[in-house]
């Protein structure tokens, strides 16, 4: 081959290779990749630099993976916004580590700098990325597909017949044909121009802007979110308001005003166990029977909250979290006064509800000797005790034969020092055990209805037979969790419909021949290689041959004559 023909291909593939991209051009709303130069000398270049790379695809793929990274350490390490003494615990046990978490920020990880800076630079990123796309996307749509290259059998899918047909009737009847298909279709020049699949785009943008819905919608929930649990014993009543919480955790943008007003009373709170089998004492039911109301004057309702089926009040959620018991204590002076009177809530150490706790007389009571002095008693609690066993361990949850271990201190509780306390542990600091007639500690096991009485007139502690339940429930506000919600759900629809769906294009090109027979010719052109797109084109030749059937050529017998349907879309033509 001589150096000018060899030119001349080369000119030709040059050609072809220009005339395929036009006809491919806008397939995908991506930004075209260039090649990265160094940033021209001064403030604007570098910052025109790091634009680019910061609002390209790999950065913002590499900024999802580092936050997902860091999200690690704030699932398998304590953290301080949940629970602080887990935090303790894990310093305690952990003098080697514990400093350097402290340093690296693990033990606040969605409140560290480093983790709000790989946020910040991903929300900042998709941004950047989605704004000129979609201003491309919908130049797009407002446009038209481009017309038919001039060389359609360069195509990858690719067909062609002959005619008796006149070329305009083949344009208007490929031209319903395609709209009929939903495909943005019109007549260019002497080719219909055809494209669909616009969802795909859609669908890649919607991707990404749920993204961004995500990362505003957990930037608020952790910001204006509070989290409250609260104790409440059979007949005891909840305003949703701060003094009422047991404990309360919130956002660092949260106000108390942004506490839902609402108010409940707990009627009543059942359990149900498995009474035999391999799962005896397994719970099979939890549900907590309460009266709610909306605002400050809302009408009363009822409602049962469930374990994972909470009570939704606007922004606000109650979950039910715990159970236990919460036996009915009398304790009497040396007179027979009554000095305290009310259901003990009981903290449960195991699956059958072993509990212990204490009872604090603080007010009211005088000794023997008439001075006032406070009462300290050590409650040790089973609901089902079994004398067989000798131990105070519960062999089922089910108040089915409860017993009460009490034992009695005398003195100051400390309550008044100003340093906060556990309701439920028993400072011993200024106090003193009761002893009984050997000078033992004073203590004994009491059925529903006994009563230990304490030495030298002291007075009493009566078990009543009233054993009431408690429920734990935990209140929960999270303002963006449906914007969480719906932005996850707009994420996965996307993405599926930016992989399943293909955007392709298609062109028919109808023009009279020397001859004067009528030449048509189709061709398809996807983003990506798919078997779809010669489908497509063969099947939509298939009807168009039928209104426009086949001509024989003028040298070959009629028999011959090409027949779309026959002939794969890839194609007779196809070089």
């Known amino acids: 081959m001589s150096t000018t023909e060899t030119d001349k291909s080369r000119d030709r593939a040059s050609q072809d290779q220009e005339d395929l991209g036009a006809a491919g051009s806008q397939l995908s709303t991506a930004p075209a990749e260039e090649l990265s130069a160094a940033p021209g000398l001064g403030v604007i270049g570098w910052a025109r630099w790091f634009w680019r790379q910061l609002t390209s695809m790999r950065v913002a793929l590499l900024l999802l993976l580092l936050l997902s990274l860091g999200a690690i350490p704030g699932s398998l390490i304590p953290q301080s916004g949940a629970d602080l003494n887990k935090v303790d615990d894990f310093r305690k046990a952990h003098k080697t580590l514990a400093p350097i978490y402290d340093k690296l920020g693990l033990f606040h990880v969605y409140s560290s700098v480093w983790f709000s800076a790989i946020y910040i630079l991903l929300f900042v990123s998709l941004v950047g990325c989605i704004v000129p796309r979609t201003w491309q996307f919908v130049g797009q749509l407002r446009g038209r597909p481009p017309g038919a290259p001039k060389r359609l059998n360069r195509l990858p899918a690719y067909t062609t017949w002959r005619t008796t047909a006149e070329p305009e009737q083949v344009r208007e009847a490929a031209l319903a044909l395609l709209k009929k298909r939903r495909f943005r279709a019109h007549i260019a020049g002497d080719a219909v121009a055809a494209e669909k699949g616009y969802v795909r785009e859609l669908g890649n943008l919607a991707f990404h802007i749920a993204l961004i819905v995500l990362l505003i919608a957990f930037a608020s929930g952790q910001l204006y979110k509070s989290d409250g649990t609260k104790l409440m014993v059979e007949g005891d009543g909840f305003s949703n308001a701060l003094p009422m919480y047991d404990d309360f955790k919130s956002g660092s943008l949260f106000q108390n005003d942004d506490l839902v007003p609402f108010s409940f009373d707990l009627k009543d709170f059942k359990g149900t166990y498995e009474v035999s089998g391999p799962n005896k004492g397994t719970p099979r039911t939890y549900q907590a029977k309460i009266d709610y109301s909306e605002g400050a004057y809302g009408k009363q309702k009822s409602t049962t909250i469930k374990v994972n089926q909470p009570l939704h009040i606007g922004d606000a959620k109650v979950y039910l979290v715990s159970h236990g018991y919460a036996p009915v204590v009398t304790v009497r002076d040396g007179k027979g006064n009554v000095v305290y009177h009310d259901a003990v809530p009981l903290l449960p150490l195991d699956g ?61 509780l400390g309550v008044n020092s100003g340093i906060p306390q556990s309701v439920y542990q028993l400072d011993k600091t200024h106090m003193k055990a009761f002893k009984d007639g050997k000078g033992q500690l004073l203590k004994k096991l009491l059925q529903p209805g006994d009563t230990l009485t304490l030495p030298n007139g002291a007075g009493s502690i009566t078990f009543e037979k009233d054993i009431k339940e408690w429920a734990g429930f935990e209140i929960v506000q999270e303002p963006g969790s449906g914007w969480a919600l719906g932005g996850a759900l707009a994420a996965i629809f996307g993405l599926a419909a930016s992989l399943f769906i293909q955007r392709r294009r298609v062109w028919v090109r109808a023009v009279r021949g020397a001859d004067g027979v009528t030449v048509v010719e189709m061709a398809g052109l996807g983003r990506s290689e798919s078997a779809k797109v010669p489908e497509e084109l063969g099947d939509l030749a298939g009807i168009l041959y039928d209104q426009a059937p086949g001509a024989p050529d003028p040298d070959d017998d009629p028999s011959t004559t090409p027949d779309p349907q026959a002939v794969p879309a890839e194609g007779a033509e196809k070089q």
């Not at 509800?353 to 007389?361: D, E, F, M, Q």
């Not at 000798?390 to 005398?410: D, I």
């Open 352 to 412: 059958n509800v072993t509990s212990n706790g204490v009872v604090k007389v603080m007010d009211g009571y005088k000794n023997a000797q008439g001075q006032k002095e406070q009462l300290g008693f050590q409650a040790f609690f089973v609901p089902t005790f079994d004398p067989k066993s000798g131990t105070m361990l519960s062999q089922f949850p089910a108040l089915v034969n409860p017993l009460l271990a009490v034992n009695a201190y005398h003195g100051d």
